[in-house]
């Protein structure tokens, strides 16, 4: 009897599917890549990863991960947003290839799902006369996580590509040319449940598009669909618990973790230490505008490490120990207060 091994059975890996996903990267995304990617494999499904490459390539381990790769060529002028609609044409045209590609979804690297064994569940969100379904529609239809039928999604790409033909780079929005391509040619199912900003916040009761607090929503209770990116950012903004660590790659070179932004170093300390110190710190530098941040020692917020919140008020962020926090935006400048305090800027 002959014995073959798992890898001969890649040689033929894009016929295993009737669905593939077209995950949308860019070194933006790396602290969260090899870990979206890991999910995606679960699913069972095609995954290709079509990667905007700026400046950092990913690293070969993560280059393991996908079934697949594209790079585009380079564009200039609109950041992501022409580099997302140029990601999916590339991986579009790869799946394009195939008949037995039924259901298409394409995802942002930095969403995730947790129940990704959950796939063959989506695919009742466009049954019917439905065409595509995304985890996000109140006029605008979010990218960030959709699912097509095969005849949908090829239509889609060929409307992007005449819409690119006329090169006016700042003017595309994905979402734009979504909402504008379901309004004149598909039935687009919107989910029953979607992300809604919390209560207290001044959007309260809204949809949030992009479940920056890893909300209930019909993609969340189907594959354990989370933004990550949106919880990052605003789990700083607004001092709330950070990402799990085991989301994203601490992996470092000779200036910290490589993935990681020089604010988010700080973050990356608290990782290590579960020092609350680093959070508070993390928070504090976090909470206003780049060219009015304040940068304060580490000792600003206590002399020894601190594993839990019981001296927050006395040590947490300066915005916090006065009173002046709003969790939902801050309008007072944190500089002049501490000029007012008495306090060195460091």
């Not at 605008?140 to 992007?160: D, N, R, S």
């Amino acid at each position: 009897m002959v014995v073959k091994s798992d890898k001969f059975y890649l040689n033929d890996i894009p016929y295993k599917s009737n669905k593939a996903i077209i995950v949308t990267s860019y070194d933006g995304h790396l602290m969260f890549l090899k870990e979206t990617l890991k999910r995606y494999m679960k699913t069972g499904a095609y995954v290709i990863c079509a990667y905007d490459r700026h400046n950092i390539p990913p690293p070969a381990d993560v280059m393991d991960i996908p079934h697949a790769w594209v790079f585009k060529h380079k564009t200039y002028g609109a950041e992501k947003r022409l580099g997302w609609l140029w990601n999916i044409i590339y991986g579009g045209n790869l799946v394009s290839q195939f008949s037995n590609f039924k259901y298409i979804i394409t995802v942002n690297s930095d969403c995730i799902w947790e129940r990704p064994r959950g796939i063959d569940s989506l695919t009742k969100l466009v049954e019917g006369r439905y065409d595509l379904s995304s985890s996000s529609s109140n006029g605008t239809i979010h990218t960030c996580a959709v699912i097509y039928k095969e005849q949908a999604f090829k239509k889609f790409l060929t409307y992007i590509k005449n819409q690119l033909e006329i090169n006016v780079p700042e003017g595309y929005s994905p979402e734009v040319l979504l909402r504008d391509f379901v309004r004149d040619y598909l039935f687009n199912r919107v989910p029953p449940l979607q992300a809604r900003y919390p209560e207290g916040h001044i959007y309260a009761g809204q949809i949030d598009h992009y479940s920056a607090y890893n909300q209930d929503s019909t993609w969340k209770r189907i594959v354990g669909y989370r933004n990550l990116g949106g919880e990052n950012k605003w789990s700083c903004l607004e001092h709330l618990e950070p990402v799990d660590k085991k989301y994203i790659d601490l992996r470092t070179d000779e200036h910290g973790a490589m993935y990681l932004s020089q604010h988010e170093q700080n973050l990356f300390n608290y990782y290590l230490s579960m020092d609350r110190r680093w959070l508070y710190k993390y928070w504090a530098e976090g909470e206003d505008s780049y060219y009015n941040r304040i940068y304060m020692p580490l000792e600003y917020y206590g002399d020894e490490p601190l594993h839990d919140d019981s001296k927050r008020k006395e040590f947490g962020p300066p915005s916090e120990r006065w009173g002046f926090f709003n969790r939902f935006g801050l309008d007072f400048d944190m500089r002049e207060i501490i000029k007012e305090k008495g306090y060195g800027n460091n």
